[in-house]
Structure formats: structure tokens, C-alpha cells
């Protein structure tokens, strides 16, 4: 499903990382947007802001979901039947937000 084709796309050997997540390069708090990419029960927001996922050495918080950093950037959270997948590079953080009803595609940035 949704969640294998995400994994599949966002670990493409083709995508490699250019740091070591466990430096301490990544640290810090990440906001941005979520687009809504999946909407079959026509309940979903189109869009929504994106806060509160936190970075310390190659580990990653955010609300619900925590999850390591691997060191091709790629990360994967899960809680319940809900899915955070995406990748570092650098400062950047792209993946999706995968649930029953909904998901998004996030973009987000480094603060500060």
C-alpha cells in the first residue's frame, strides 16, 4: 500500500545523505506544511501547517511518533496505524504523514 510505495520512493538508492545524523548537524526544531496527497473520505484539510518535530543526534520526536535517523537520512515513525516517512538533507526534512483517512506530503525546515 501507501506505506511501502512511500518507503520505497523515499529510500531510492539514488538519494544518498551527505552528513552522519549522529554529529549533531541535524539538531534542532523543524516546521513547515503539509499537503494534503490522499483524501478518500473528502474530510481532509487541502493543507496545514507543520511544527513541533524535534532533532537530537540521530534521534527524532514528534508528537506521537519517535524514531533514528538512519544514516542515508531516511527515517520511519509509526504510532498505531499512522506513519511519519520521509528524509534529512541537511536542514531539509520531505516525506509524508500516512493515516487511515488522510495523508500529507511534508516539507519542512530547520529553524533558527
Known sequence: GEVTTTRQSISSPAQRAN??????????SYRGYGRLV???G???????????????????H???FNGTIQSNG???????RNWVIGRFDGPHFV???????CSYELTLNREG
Open 19 to 28: 552528513f552522519d545524523p549522529s554529529s549533531g548537524s541535524l539538531d534542532g
Open 74 to 80: 531516511v527515517v520511519e515513525m509509526d504510532w498505531g
Open 38 to 40: 490522499r483524501n478518500p
Open 95 to 101: 516525506g509524508r504523514w500516512i493515516a487511515p483517512a
Open 62 to 64: 514528534f508528537g506521537s
Open 42 to 60: 473528502g474530510t481532509c484539510q487541502t493543507g496545514m501547517p507543520v511544527y513541533g518535530m524535534q532533532v537530537a543526534g540521530d534521534r527524532v
